[in-house]
């Protein structure tokens, strides 16, 4: 990044670390300013170095707790655009809202839309981010949006985990633990080279499922259940009980993007008949008494290569 010296890169307060090793991948220091909250409860944000006519990313999560760092990155956006940036680009590991992308009943809202129009109107030139809940969500943007895709590092991990000249692919299985997460099971299951099962669910309220029957073979095998995110771990655990009750598993590991992990996660992720749980660190794991079943990678060198695209209008293509 040495040739680029008009670059800024700032951050609010819900993932510092993360940026801190994006900066680090960039060679860049982190930008300065002060992101806090008032009293009140009023998002306050300070630069204290010129952003005049600079080419600005802010890194921010939208995670726990949402509302909070939402406000945060809009302020941060609004301050920027005020003080004469060149372009301002909105990088999001985790877009929050996303679940609420479409009307599911009568007079919904549909607050992912909301949420896209709150950041344009800000004044964001663009977005960067990763595994949105629904790939239809980039069309709620304005702007142009980049996203990026967790699988690849899902892909690496699992073919060093289980190197490909000393396994039998028919004793291993992608699984989707719903019906909606098909297409991106689907997707992974090609990557590694192994078949594709369902557990089919009838959810019954919000974040609470009912298990209801395995589509596919998955008899003595080693499966892996793929997912976007996992909130309270219910769906998650209920389907790898499952596998394991209803299908004859062998034994069931489980990947996810985003880890926001609400309140009995780690307890449910620990009692259950998971052996390993990875997600990518788009979100800070929290928690006073996190499961050791639990492993996080890190793509803050991948959101910074995609960073160092952007900023040299090239194609981010070679990232998938």
Not at 100 to 123: C, E, F, H, Y
Request: with cysteine; net charge negative.
């Amino acid at each position: 990044m040495h040739a680029y010296d008009n670059i800024k890169i700032f951050t609010g307060n819900s993932n510092p670390a993360f940026a801190q090793t994006v900066c680090h991948e960039l060679w860049l220091p982190m930008g300065k300013a002060t992101v806090r909250t008032f009293a009140d409860g009023e998002a306050s944000v300070s630069l204290e170095e010129t952003v005049r006519g600079a080419d600005v990313f802010l890194i921010q999560s939208t995670c726990k707790p949402v509302n909070d760092h939402l406000m945060e990155l809009l302020v941060m956006i609004d301050a920027c655009r005020r003080a004469s940036a060149g372009r301002i680009t909105a990088v999001i590991p985790y877009f929050g809202y996303a679940r609420q992308d479409r009307k599911a009943k009568s007079r919904d809202p549909i607050s992912a839309k909301l949420v896209a129009n709150m950041i344009t109107a800000a004044g964001a030139d663009r977005v960067l981010t990763m595994d949105l809940h629904a790939s239809q969500i980039q069309g709620f943007f304005d702007i142009p949006l980049d996203h990026l895709l967790g699988a690849p590092s899902f892909v690496e991990y699992y073919m060093n985990k289980f190197p490909e000249d000393q396994f039998n692919h028919e004793e291993f299985c992608v699984v989707s633990p719903d019906v909606g997460s098909v297409a991106r099971a689907r997707n992974f299951a090609q990557k590694v080279h192994m078949n594709l099962a369902i557990v089919d669910k009838r959810r019954q309220k919000a974040n609470e499922s009912e298990v209801m029957n395995v589509i596919g073979d998955v008899k003595g095998k080693t499966c892996i259940l793929y997912d976007d995110m996992v909130d309270t771990a219910g769906s998650l655990c209920n389907a790898a009980k499952a596998l394991v009750e209803v299908g004859g598993a062998k034994e069931v590991y489980a990947c996810a993007t985003h880890g926001v992990l609400s309140g009995p996660a780690y307890d449910r992720i620990e009692a259950s008949v998971i052996k390993e749980m990875l997600f990518l660190n788009t979100i800070p794991q929290v928690g006073n008494t996190p499961s050791n079943k639990i492993k996080f990678l890190d793509v803050a060198p991948i959101f910074a290569r995609a960073i160092e695209h952007i900023h040299g209008g090239t194609s981010i293509a070679d990232l998938f």
